[in-house]
């Protein structure tokens, strides 16, 4: 149904009104209103407010029907009440959707329901795209648009996320920001009035920008249209799921949260399965998923090549390997002379290939060729390069503290050098993918100040650096399961 | 065999020597040099290098023995063939016990197997402590002793860890210090040629400083004996272990990192699950559980209360605590009536007690407190108030971008009082688990800038808050494993 409307205009609004937009820091219409202008939406914005004459320095309209230039979507945050006769005018205004923030609807009581049923009957007469009630919002990161109360901002990218959980979708976005993941559109789908993850699903199918798409479900009401859309958009665009409600507990949280009934867990998920489609059970997970499917290339197979910085976490991440599906194979006579050229003697001679603290800058990039110009493996995990500048900088600290004869010229030079290693490695490592058609998947040593996700101007792919081995080892074997399924399933 | 030796004067240095001192960036001698003077050890710290006069501005020494003053701890970081005859030396000077940094050991041939059986050999005759060889160092936090490669420096606390491999050891070392995990100490154990972790098992059962004990292991020399005194100690003091090298990849890796030949996994769990230890799979999961176990009171039974700031996230934690074994009780009427004295009359009246973005300030903590007081819970999960400040910044941002007409002072003062609330939010978690003596595990918004753990001077509990539901659930669901192995071992 989703192509009835033309959500095209709703995520890609030439001009866009708040109703109910206020200068009251913290309210609704305010968060929205200062998101968008701060966010630099690059059309006109109109606050509605009939008790304000300027709102941000803008001139606050009485009414949508009063702004005098054309409105393609507007944001609503006034009282439930209100709503029915504002659905109204925006159809004569020739409003093409609205993002309907107010709560108390649906979700509320049966005066809420009847309420929200009318609504969207009224929306779908005027041919209104209605997003919610009861949304967090949207973020349109190709129309610059940010209309979301939590303001995190993140880039443009190819992974789109729905949402039906407002606050777990703001958090999802918050970290995608803070780990450099690109975002092609969020969308909090609140109530579902009228607009449903599934008919989003279709829109996304088509969606230029978006190549991966994340789902977090607690309820879908057309199961079966629902199913057949997603597993014909995962054959071409991966679409991950997280459901929350599994549990008899979660059930019933689901149930006071959005008034929806979730189906049995063990049905939905055989179900995805059936379909091909990525089940997963935390909402780390769905950053994860999203930072590898989005920015690195598919492996082949499930033989991984692992080249690290220290013997323990060599061992840590084969035990994950295996215990994932995924083989760590024995390194031929050639590929060991290979790998041997560029390391001291006493090197592991094995996969894992430890680097045993080799000081030539040239190795760990020298050993992850080596083992992606192998056709032994299909993907490479290379651990703790990135992230050694934080341990590099607490050294600098301690011997500017504790060596009074050291120049300050020396530790500043050290410095720049681990800093400029370190993007060197990332670039390098792009370079490989870009070569090669394999994936690298990284992990830092320590926390980094950048997130996971390193762009790298001009290349298809980008570095993606895990924090822990077990997320870069599930990420891979994800990977592998979605090419299985898709492969299998494509074949039919 | 732990005390046959001083331990507590190898812990408890009041003098250290530095062997192979050296002021030369990034060497191993530098490197443990720098860190035990930048990280101000109290007592005379002698570097030892015949080929230099001073190092960081202190006088040089051309042996152990051309030392004037006692020496109870020696850091040896020179050549494998220049320790046999060093650790005579040692024994001239009545040194208590040596951190044997240097490598080329058993590790890497039989040569040098037959070296370290010679250099432990000594060691015993001398009755000197050896730790190592190939050992990262080691952190004394209540010594004010920092001597491993890595500079990270954790506070002092009550947890204690034992790494088999230096580089995961120091990984899980950064991440404490990080995350504000207060340490009684760390050893890098090495290849384990004397002082094995059996033995330091038995020294950290003494260890006033030490409450919980952290493990990572790739292989036991004496299997029986270790798992004897873990068992114990474990009844004491938690013991939480992880195992590398599980699988046959993982274990392959062991096998060329230490040389050790690790055991069947499924035994060493059957094992440890008879003995009461709790296993981990994951690096991470250590971190989590010692911020847990070392800083909140143990629930007396698995019934656990959610407050939470948003729906989704009730159901997230409701589904994990029902896979995890943990109860979600739903609440009887007088809860209900008592909760929701604090809440506005349209809150989801059951458990998860959602708080519907309420705005009085009490309201998150009374809502905690009222499910505390109450028998039905063990212990309370709150997601989402720490964490909160990292988004009204974001919005304070957008404000000061976005209205003209917005007060500087006004802004400051609304993120002073983020600041101030999130404080005393934490101090009421904490003043709550004192009076109710149960847990509280907190779950952060948005990554802070603070770490997991936050102390409120003069309080037994500490404040933990967890990036994530799932950390959270683990922990807690971890916690009452534990007390349920140990209660019946204990009454056996």
Redesign the interface.
Known sequence: MGFFYNLEAVFKPSSVAVVGAS?S??KWG??I???I???RFPGPVYPVNPGQEKI??LKAYRSVTEIPGKVDLVFVATPARTVLSLMEECGDKGVKGVVLITS?FSE?DNHGKKMELEVAETCRRRGIALIGPNTMGIIAPYADLFATG???RPGRGNVAFL???????N?LI??AS?HGIGVSLFVGTGNEALISCTDLLEYLEKDSNSDIIIL?L?GVEEGRRFLDVAARVNLKKPVII?K???????R???Q???GSMSGRDEIFRAVCRQAGLLNV????ELLDLSAGFSCLPFPRGNRVG?VT???????????????RGL??P?LPQEIVDAVGRHLPP?W???N?V?LVGTRDPKAPIAAVEELLRWDGVDAVISL?IIGRLE?VR??V???R??????SED?LKK?EEFSERYERDYVSSMVDLMERYEKPILGVT???TREGTVRTVQGNRYSGVFY????NAVNVLARMVEYQRRVGSLRTL
Chains 1, 2 share one sequence.
């Open positions: 200068p820091f913290g305010q968060l209103m200062s998101n202008v701060a966010g941000f320095g108390g509320t939590t303001h995190s949402s039906q959980s407002g606050n777990l979708g958090q918050h970290w803070q977090y607690e997280l929350g409600g599994r549990t008899d507990a979660g019933l949280a689901a006071s949260h959005t059970r935390v909402p780390t692992i910085l220290g013997g323990g976490w060599g061992v840590v991440t084969s035990d994950e390997c295996n215990e083989i760590v024995p006493y592991s001679k094995g894992p430890d703790g341990i607490l050294l600290d301690s011997t503290a504790a060596d009074p004869e050291i020396f050290v040593l320590a926390q924090q822990t081995p077990e």
